[in-house]
């Protein structure tokens, strides 16, 4: 069908069409005739369609009421009164994509799949959600936030999902940082509020505030639509308008963003953020933000995307070496904020500094930068960023998840009135960036108009505290204390019966005829001979070589690999940095900074990371590999692949200023991780108990890594002389052809010319055999406990579920499914109130872990995971239930994926010994799954159970208050 601009299509009037070759689609901008919402249609033959429906929400006050109603509308409509319709279609759908976000102005409600029927049946589920939400005042209750007591002796606290969530989002310093960036660079605007919710704040808001928000904000008028893929437009178009946007005879208000006040000079802030810990010396974050410009700007924007690049990212950058030379902090960097707000901001900030330090940084910031602007920019430092970003845009079009992508670049235009063409495009305007940077001082002018003559800056300096989470916690406790004091008798006993009544509400399950209300896939559905890329195994020279031939825009993804085995054992801790110095360090012939122009000219990113593949029916043998990680354009393949030979054959470990420099900010941000997240800690501590590629991961990454490397930072100098002489045999010992394996996806032109020009590679490596290095798993706590500043935890529970994979089927995967989507959904989240609750699992080694997230609770977490035996052994579904859970699973098992991850996956299935057909016969047993298959693992949990381990992370009040679950209770 032909579609033309001024003509009306289902109540839709088109406003422009265009053909946009860049994206590769062609792009219908319409307008509905009643309502006035605008609906971008991006159409293409990408069979992954994408849809999402979007809100300008904007907050006047930070009680977090639009994420809370983003959790809430999900819980059901008037058309799906579904308890939870979110969480039931994600358990039985092919969706490639199901979420939805809140941002500082907007909502919005995204969702991708392959399969044509469930793109139209979401697609009515998410319209009718928001549009015809329940909004029931249990929904408030438990996503939001209520008075929670359970018994007269029961302490009275806070619950809610999104209580929670913000409560582990604020233990992160670096929240805070962008808190006060926003309300410090635009007070009194929409943006100085936290949409997302602060703690202190969400209790603050009233059912009723919340039902009216709703009503202010979520009708069609105020809302956009998007639309890509390759349904059919006129299909897509109809649907909306006669299902839902017809019901609606008038046209409502679009929500306006207010733009605040206008900083005329330089505004200082200080702050304090929880630390567990008596020690505060260089634990201070420092931090100055400017405004740039507006979103209205394309040219300076996409410019200062680049200069932040120049500025924070670049080992090469003059600001960066200046500031970290001088002392001043751990680690340095920065951001360009372009499209969360109207006006864009610079941010320049300082980790693992002293509150002292703050106006020596500043006169050195400002310093350097004039410096930078008055002498001008290095041709090959602005040169490699451009081309780094050029192959970023590249690598784009690659992308699995196109469609979320490219609605992503568009959703600011209409926030924000420009024009969505516009957003979609930039090569014409990178030409023209191009050009001005590298002939007109483009850059230059920008640093010195917008960076350095700007009284629109702010100045945030944020101190550690270990009093502060005790303060905090005492406040709290107050508030709460008051409120139980101002209940008579009769008031508490009614806040006892609603808390006891929302938890036997979240029990109840939706009955079969309530959730066949909702449009479903059935097995029919499913394509029961799903393609499975497979590598294809051959040699270089005798060298094993894993090929991965696949459409990858012409994009080289290199990996180089060395068996770590030969390594002794004692430098597993150091590996990962290791990892970082080869990356960045250069070589006897370019130094770092050489070395970073080179690898910006000439590659996409040069990186490194750690696997352990473990042999499916290897009892336990596994290959620890690190691998170094190399893409690139066909123009640059034969250079790039020279610079990986000099560093892998000419490694120069003489900079001893900047390897010190490299030590001091990982462990910086590996402390920073640890502290606002640092699940995977935890986690690996209980996998490093069950194998022994479990351990050799946890040395690696886990527990042992994080004190070696802090030990290492704070005693650097004493240090120095073993690290050094350690990297030295390190790379001595695992840089030789014998060691290698190599594995490259990319299109079969690319690959030809890989093989011609890596022989060079492997020549450049010694030949030598080192032996083979024995490995003893350490002898850990068996339930262990780790303190920080977090205000909620992270409690993992581990064991040997099914030994050596013994017994695992395709029903075991419908049965993860359940447990992880349904059980654990159920109890840890909606019940406990946590973010969430995952499950880690090998189908080779058969050990298993489960994992909460953001998590109030300590005792009642493990409680539910100790009932899963029980559960298991009772488990009864009904037929349709069964079959969704079997829906879902397959999902799972078959994701869509880019390019590079199709060829690592691969890669990662060959060396672990997973066949197409171990797949395909996991397929056929996940769709034949019965209720009897999947109780049949209540044994193998049992006994699990009777011998797992526990191991948490998180806040010191939670976890000393249920301290009898743990043998060692202990700090990083």
């Given at each position: 069908?032909?579609?033309?601009?001024?003509?009306?299509?289902?109540?839709?009037?088109l406003k422009?069409?265009?053909?946009l070759?860049?994206?590769k689609a062609?792009?219908y901008?319409?307008e509905h005739?009643?309502?006035?919402?605008?609906?971008?249609?991006i159409?293409?033959?990408?069979?992954?369609?994408?849809?999402s429906?979007?809100?300008?929400t904007i907050?006047?006050?930070?009680?977090?009421?639009?994420h809370?109603?983003?959790?809430s509308?999900l819980m059901?409509?008037?058309k799906y009164?579904?308890k939870d319709?979110?969480?039931?279609?994600?358990k039985g759908?092919?969706?490639t994509?199901?979420?939805a976000?809140?941002?500082s102005?907007?909502?919005?409600?995204?969702?991708?799949?392959?399969?044509?029927k469930?793109?139209?049946?979401?697609?009515?589920v998410?319209?009718?959600?928001?549009?015809?939400p329940?909004?029931?005042r249990?929904?408030?209750?438990q996503?939001?936030w209520?008075?929670?007591?359970?018994?007269k002796?029961?302490?009275?606290?806070?619950?809610?999902v999104?209580?929670?969530?913000?409560?582990?989002a604020?233990s992160?310093?670096?929240?805070?940082?962008?808190h006060?960036?926003?309300?410090?660079?635009m007070?009194?605007?929409?943006y100085?509020?936290?949409?997302?919710g602060d703690?202190q704040?969400?209790?603050?808001?009233?059912y009723e505030?919340?039902?009216?928000?709703?009503k202010?904000h979520?009708?069609?008028?105020n809302a956009?639509?998007?639309i890509?893929?390759d349904a059919?437009?006129?299909?897509?178009?109809?649907?909306?308008?006669?299902?839902?946007?017809?019901?609606?005879p008038e046209?409502g208000?679009?929500a306006?963003?207010?733009?605040?006040d206008?900083?005329?000079?330089?505004?200082?802030?200080?702050d304090?953020?929880?630390?567990?810990?008596?020690?505060t010396?260089?634990?201070?974050?420092?931090?100055v933000?400017?405004?740039v410009?507006?979103?209205?700007?394309?040219e300076e924007?996409?410019?200062?995307?680049?200069?932040s690049n120049i500025?924070y990212?670049?080992?090469?950058?003059?600001l960066?070496?200046t500031?970290?030379t001088?002392g001043?902090?751990?680690d340095f960097g920065?951001f360009?904020i372009?499209?969360?707000?109207f006006?864009?901001m610079?941010?320049?900030?300082l980790?693992?500094?002293?509150?002292?330090?703050?106006?020596e940084?500043l006169?050195?910031?400002?310093?350097?930068l004039?410096?930078?602007?008055?002498?001008g920019?290095?041709t090959?430092?602005?040169?490699?960023?451009?081309?780094?970003y050029?192959?970023g845009?590249?690598?784009?079009g690659?992308?699995?998840?196109?469609g979320?992508?490219?609605?992503?670049k568009?959703?600011?235009?209409?926030?924000?009135?420009?024009?969505?063409y516009d957003?979609?495009?930039?090569?014409?305007?990178?030409?023209t960036?191009?050009?001005?940077?590298?002939?007109?001082?483009?850059?230059e002018?920008?640093?010195?108009?917008?960076?350095l003559?700007?009284p629109?800056t702010v100045?945030?300096?944020?101190?550690?505290?270990p009093?502060?989470?005790?303060?905090d916690?005492?406040?709290?406790?107050?508030?709460?204390?008051?409120?139980?004091k101002s209940?008579?008798?009769?008031?508490?006993?009614?806040?006892?019966?609603?808390?006891?009544?929302?938890?036997?509400?979240q029990q109840?399950?939706?009955?079969v005829e309530t959730?066949?209300l909702l449009?479903?896939?059935?097995?029919?559905?499913l394509?029961?001979?799903?393609d499975f890329?497979?590598?294809?195994?051959?040699?270089?020279?005798?060298h094993e070589?894993?090929v991965?031939?696949?459409?990858?825009?012409h994009?080289?993804?290199?990996?180089?690999?060395?068996?770590?085995s030969?390594?002794?054992?004692k430098?597993l801790p150091?590996?990962?940095l290791?990892?970082?110095?080869?990356t960045?360090?250069g070589?006897?012939?370019m130094?770092?900074?050489?070395?970073?122009?080179?690898?910006g000219?000439?590659?996409g990113g040069f990186?490194?990371n750690?696997?352990?593949?473990?042999?499916k029916?290897?009892?336990?043998?596994?290959?620890?590999?690190?691998?170094?990680q190399m893409?690139?354009?066909?123009?640059y393949q034969e250079?790039a692949?020279?610079?990986?030979s000099?560093v892998f054959?000419d490694l120069s470990?003489?900079?001893?200023v900047?390897?010190q420099?490299?030590?001091?900010?990982?462990?910086?941000?590996?402390?920073?991780e640890?502290?606002?997240?640092g699940y995977?800690?935890?986690?690996?501590?209980?996998?490093a108990?069950?194998?022994?590629?479990?351990a050799?991961?946890?040395?690696v990454?886990?527990?042992?890594?994080?004190?070696?490397?802090?030990?290492l930072?704070?005693?650097?100098p004493?240090l120095?002389?073993a690290?050094l002489?350690g990297?030295?045999?390190?790379?001595?010992?695992?840089?030789?052809?014998?060691?290698l394996?190599?594995?490259?996806?990319?299109?079969?032109?690319e690959v030809?010319?890989?093989?011609k020009?890596?022989?060079?590679?492997?020549?450049?490596l010694?030949?030598?055999t080192?032996?083979r290095?024995?490995f003893?798993?350490?002898?850990l706590p068996?339930?262990?406990a780790?303190?920080?500043s977090a205000?909620?935890?992270?409690?993992v529970?581990?064991g040997?579920l099914?030994?050596e994979?013994e017994?695992y089927?395709g029903?075991?995967?419908?049965?993860?499914t359940?447990?992880?989507?349904?059980?654990l959904?159920?109890?840890?989240r909606?019940?406990?109130g946590?973010?969430g609750?995952?499950?880690?699992?090998?189908?080779?080694s058969?050990?298993?872990?489960?994992?909460?997230y953001?998590?109030?609770?300590?005792?009642k977490?493990?409680?539910c995971?100790?009932?899963?035996?029980?559960v298991?052994?009772?488990?009864?579904l009904?037929?349709?239930?069964l079959?969704?859970?079997i829906?879902?699973?397959?999902?799972?098992?078959?994701?869509?994926r880019?390019?590079?991850?199709?060829g690592i996956?691969?890669?990662?299935?060959?060396?672990?010994?997973?066949?197409?057909e171990f797949?395909?016969q996991?397929?056929?047993?996940?769709?034949?799954?019965?209720v009897?298959?999947?109780?049949?693992y209540?044994d193998?949990?049992?006994t699990?159970?009777?011998?797992?381990?526990?191991?948490?992370?998180?806040n010191?009040?939670?976890?000393?208050a249920d301290?009898?679950l743990?043998?060692?209770?202990g700090?990083?």
């Amino acid at each position: 069908m032909t579609y033309s601009p001024g003509s009306t299509y289902s109540g839709f009037t088109l406003k422009q069409v265009q053909q946009l070759d860049e994206i590769k689609a062609e792009v219908y901008l319409f307008e509905h005739d009643v309502l006035g919402c605008p609906l971008l249609a991006i159409k293409n033959g990408d069979n992954n369609k994408t849809f999402s429906v979007s809100f300008n929400t904007i907050p006047t006050d930070s009680k977090g009421v639009a994420h809370i109603l983003e959790h809430s509308v999900l819980m059901g409509s008037k058309k799906y009164p579904v308890k939870d319709v979110f969480g039931e279609i994600n358990k039985g759908g092919l969706m490639t994509f199901l979420n939805a976000m809140t941002g500082s102005d907007i909502t919005y409600y995204p969702f991708a799949t392959r399969n044509l029927k469930e793109y139209f049946n979401i697609m009515d589920v998410y319209m009718d959600v928001v549009l015809n939400p329940l909004l029931a005042r249990s929904t408030f209750e438990q996503e939001g936030w209520h008075y929670h007591q359970e018994g007269k002796d029961s302490p009275l606290q806070y619950q809610g999902v999104v209580y929670n969530e913000m409560k582990g989002a604020f233990s992160d310093p670096i929240r805070l940082i962008f808190h006060h960036i926003f309300g410090g660079l635009m007070p009194n605007s929409t943006y100085a509020h936290e949409s997302g919710g602060d703690p202190q704040n969400i209790p603050e808001l009233s059912y009723e505030e919340f039902c009216a928000f709703h009503k202010t904000h979520y009708h069609p008028s105020n809302a956009t639509f998007f639309i890509y893929g390759d349904a059919d437009l006129g299909d897509e178009l109809s649907y909306l308008q006669d299902n839902f946007l017809s019901e609606f005879p008038e046209k409502g208000k679009r929500a306006k963003v207010l733009s605040g006040d206008e900083i005329q000079k330089i505004t200082y802030i200080e702050d304090r953020y929880s630390i567990d810990s008596k020690n505060t010396d260089q634990k201070t974050f420092l931090a100055v933000a400017s405004r740039v410009s507006t979103v209205l700007n394309r040219e300076e924007n996409a410019a200062f995307q680049i200069i932040s690049n120049i500025l924070y990212n670049s080992d090469a950058s003059p600001l960066k070496n200046t500031i970290i030379t001088s002392g001043l902090c751990k680690d340095f960097g920065g951001f360009y904020i372009s499209t969360s707000s109207f006006k864009t901001m610079m941010v320049t900030y300082l980790v693992g500094s002293d509150s002292e330090k703050r106006d020596e940084f500043l006169n050195l910031y400002k310093k350097t930068l004039s410096q930078m602007a008055a002498e001008g920019l290095a041709t090959d430092l602005i040169l490699s960023e451009l081309n780094k970003y050029e192959f970023g845009v590249r690598e784009e079009g690659c992308k699995a998840q196109r469609g979320l992508d490219l609605i992503g670049k568009a959703m600011p235009a209409f926030k924000y009135g420009t024009d969505p063409y516009d957003s979609l495009q930039i090569n014409e305007l990178f030409a023209t960036i191009r050009n001005r940077a590298l002939n007109e001082n483009y850059f230059e002018e920008l640093i010195k108009k917008y960076l350095l003559d700007n009284p629109a800056t702010v100045v945030i300096t944020l101190k550690p505290d270990p009093e502060k989470q005790t303060r905090d916690q005492a406040s709290e406790a107050a508030r709460l204390e008051a409120y139980g004091k101002s209940l008579d008798s009769h008031s508490q006993e009614k806040l006892i019966a609603r808390t006891l009544e929302l938890m036997e509400d979240q029990q109840r399950a939706n009955s079969v005829e309530t959730l066949a209300l909702l449009p479903q896939l059935g097995l029919e559905d499913l394509d029961r001979n799903p393609d499975f890329h497979q590598v294809r195994a051959t040699d270089i020279d005798g060298h094993e070589f894993l090929v991965s031939e696949l459409n990858t825009d012409h994009i080289s993804y290199i990996d180089i690999g060395f068996d770590v085995s030969c390594l002794p054992q004692k430098y597993l801790p150091w590996l990962d940095l290791f990892g970082s110095i080869v990356t960045e360090i250069g070589t006897s012939k370019m130094d770092y900074m050489h070395f970073a122009r080179e690898v910006g000219i000439c590659t996409g990113g040069f990186s490194h990371n750690f696997h352990c593949h473990v042999k499916k029916g290897g009892h336990g043998d596994f290959r620890p590999i690190l691998w170094f990680q190399m893409k690139c354009l066909p123009e640059y393949q034969e250079r790039a692949l020279q610079l990986l030979s000099e560093v892998f054959s000419d490694l120069s470990l003489q900079d001893r200023v900047h390897i010190q420099e490299i030590v001091i900010r990982d462990f910086a941000w590996t402390e920073h991780e640890a502290q606002s997240e640092g699940y995977n800690l935890p986690a690996s501590l209980a996998f490093a108990q069950l194998s022994k590629a479990g351990a050799c991961n946890e040395m690696v990454s886990g527990v042992t890594n994080y004190r070696s490397t802090k030990e290492l930072a704070n005693n650097y100098p004493k240090l120095e002389e073993a690290f050094l002489a350690g990297l030295r045999e390190m790379a001595d010992t695992l840089f030789n052809r014998n060691n290698l394996t190599i594995s490259i996806t990319a299109n079969e032109s690319e690959v030809t010319s890989f093989q011609k020009h890596c022989r060079g590679l492997i020549s450049a490596l010694p030949d030598m055999t080192p032996p083979r290095q024995e490995f003893i798993i350490p002898k850990l706590p068996r339930h262990e406990a780790l303190i920080t500043s977090a205000e909620v935890v992270y409690a993992v529970q581990g064991g040997k579920l099914l030994p050596e994979g013994e017994g695992y089927k395709g029903y075991f995967e419908v049965l993860k499914t359940y447990l992880s989507r349904d059980y654990l959904w159920n109890t840890v989240r909606q019940m406990g109130g946590a973010y969430g609750c995952f499950i880690q699992f090998s189908p080779i080694s058969g050990n298993f872990a489960v994992i909460s997230y953001r998590d109030p609770q300590v005792r009642k977490t493990y409680t539910c995971y100790q009932a899963m035996a029980e559960v298991v052994k009772n488990l009864e579904l009904p037929k349709e239930v069964l079959h969704q859970l079997i829906i879902g699973t397959y999902g799972n098992f078959t994701p869509h994926r880019a390019s590079a991850a199709k060829g690592i996956s691969a890669r990662n299935d060959y060396l672990n010994g997973i066949t197409a057909e171990f797949k395909q016969q996991r397929i056929e047993e996940i769709i034949s799954t019965s209720v009897e298959d999947m109780r049949s693992y209540a044994d193998a949990f049992a006994t699990m159970q009777a011998n797992s381990n526990r191991m948490i992370i998180g806040n010191r009040a939670k976890i000393e208050a249920d301290s009898d679950l743990f043998d060692q209770l202990g700090e990083l």
